[in-house]
């Protein structure tokens, strides 16, 4: 049994969709971030970060039950597990592996700066905006050239790297990011849209 705590956000839509692709059955716990529920204790025994998601497998290794946070790290075991979502090809196994640390090290963090200094910030900095603006506009540059060439990030296949970036790249806006410059990523972002795992992923977190 997987209990998943998470929040209708892009780091939180990325577990479900990996959940109902894989077609496992879980139980969303909902976490309300606005009434800061991921700082209470029984949350931060979880996750000391205090962040979601965090990922609680009942049948972990050993069949010891295992609490993960880190969305990348999550995907990462959710597809080593089930032996699904990562292409069988070595060098595009390895193309997934580029991608996925791309989105947790470069697009999550510059996006999430670029929303909320927009966005968020109690007063406007515009050296920031325009710092945290520029690199997602430039990253999303990167995927678009990427998505030229190959219908995936990996390459052929649909894999854990698409729906890590996919959760942030569906809402460039907020970072100020007009997608109508970036044809093959709003191509791509449609294609993911469309697939039934991760509209019922977004079904469960908004409801
Ligand atoms: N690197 C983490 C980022 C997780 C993260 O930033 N989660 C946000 C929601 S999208 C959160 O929990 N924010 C609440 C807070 O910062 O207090 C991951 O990929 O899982």
């Known amino acids: ?37 991921q700082k209470r204790p029984s949350f931060l025994a979880l996750n000391p ?6 990922l609680v497998d009942l049948d972990g290794p050993g069949a010891q039950p295992l609490n993960l946070a880190e969305s990348g790290a999550i995907l990462l075991y959710l597809a080593q597990k089930h032996g699904a979502l990562l292409p069988q090809d070595p ?14 090290a470069s697009v999550g963090p510059m996006f999430g700066q670029a929303g909320w200094f927009l ?37 052929s296949s649909y894999s854990i790297a698409d729906i890590m970036h996919f959760s942030w790249l569906r809402i460039a806006d907020y970072a100020g990011v007009d997608l109508n410059q970036f044809p093959h990523v709003r191509a791509w972002i449609d294609r ?9 992923a977004l079904a469960r977190l908004q409801n």
């Not at 060098?91 to 996925?100: D, F, H, K, S, W």
């Not at 993911?192 to 019922?200: E, L, N």
């Open 1 to 37: 049994m997987i209990e998943l705590y998470s929040a209708n956000t892009p780091n939180g839509l990325k577990v479900p969709i990996a959940l109902e692709e894989l077609d496992v059955e879980y139980r969303l716990i909902k976490v309300n971030l606005s009434q800061g529920e």
């Open 49 to 54: 970060n205090g962040r979601i998601p965090v």
């Open 192 to 200: 993911i849209s469309a697939r039934p795992a991760v509209q019922r």
């Open 119 to 155: 966005r968020s910030a109690p007063e406007p900095v515009p050296l920031a905006i325009e710092r945290y603006r520029n690199e997602s506009l430039r990253l999303t540059a990167l995927l678009d050239e990427r998505l030229a060439e190959v219908p995936w990030l990996a390459g």
């Open 91 to 104: 060098v595009e196994y390895q193309r997934a592996m580029e991608y996925l640390f791309l989105q947790v």
